[in-house]
């Protein structure tokens, strides 16, 4: 666990030395349009949607897991086999559709998909060895990483993204760093341009965001 955080910290930092040394390159730097505020709003939903992933997959996974002597099948693991992960593709994605030009969506997908699908892979070998006849059989009925249509539609989204108030708050630092930046970037981004009221309106509406995702959370 304290490699993966060391490799994942490095990328992390790494990048954002390359975003702020061109931040024109890749900060998205054009007039409010129709497909920029769709982006904005498909992104903001990513984002949010990620985050009640992976706090539901790690919760659900922390409480059934019997340290990590029970194959965890239920919750968000009876769509997709690495929740969490995709919890992640989704924050990642929403980020750049909402602060970056929508060309940098390939390079993130490509930095996922070297960083994690190796990880996988990796961790799927290490189940085979422990559960071989129960994770075969899981993996027949369940996709690695993204889930199936029909089976979002046939269960109650209650039977696989259970949520509990002490899982969010074990996240809740995670959660507000993540709006945080997002606010800092969109307000001093909309200042420059727009004047001081803009940035404003942008927090209003960060903040506006902010508010009703804690209450879907309650």
């Known amino acids: 666990m304290k490699k993966r955080l060391k490799i994942n910290g490095v990328i992390i930092i790494v990048a954002s030395i ?80 909402v602060l970056f030009n929508w060309w940098a969506i390939t390079i993130f997908i490509l930095v996922f998909v070297i960083r994690y699908i190796l990880l996988i892979y990796a961790e799927e070998r290490k189940l085979h060895k422990i559960f071989p006849v129960a994770y075969k059989e899981y993996c027949s009925r369940v996709p690695r990483l993204l889930p199936r249509i029909s089976s979002l539609v046939e269960l109650d989204i209650s039977a696989y993204l259970p949520i509990k108030l002490a899982w969010f708050y074990k996240e809740i630092g995670s959660i507000s760093a993540l709006l945080g930046v997002d606010l800092l970037i969109e307000s001093s981004e909309a200042i420059t341009p727009d004047g001081i009221w803009a940035g404003l309106n942008h927090i209003r509406c960060l903040l506006i965001t902010s508010i009703l995702f804690k209450g879907l959370v309650f």
């Open 18 to 97: 390359i975003v702020v040394l061109f931040p024109r390159v890749f900060f998205r730097n054009e007039p409010v349009s129709l497909l920029t505020e769709s982006l904005e709003i498909l992104g903001v939903a990513f984002i949010l949607i990620g985050q009640i992933l992976r706090v539901s997959a790690r919760g659900y996974k922390a409480e059934n897991s019997q340290n990590s002597q029970a194959l965890i099948q239920g919750g968000p693991y009876r769509v997709v086999r690495n929740p969490m992960y995709l919890g992640i593709l989704l924050i990642g994605s929403g980020v750049v559709l």
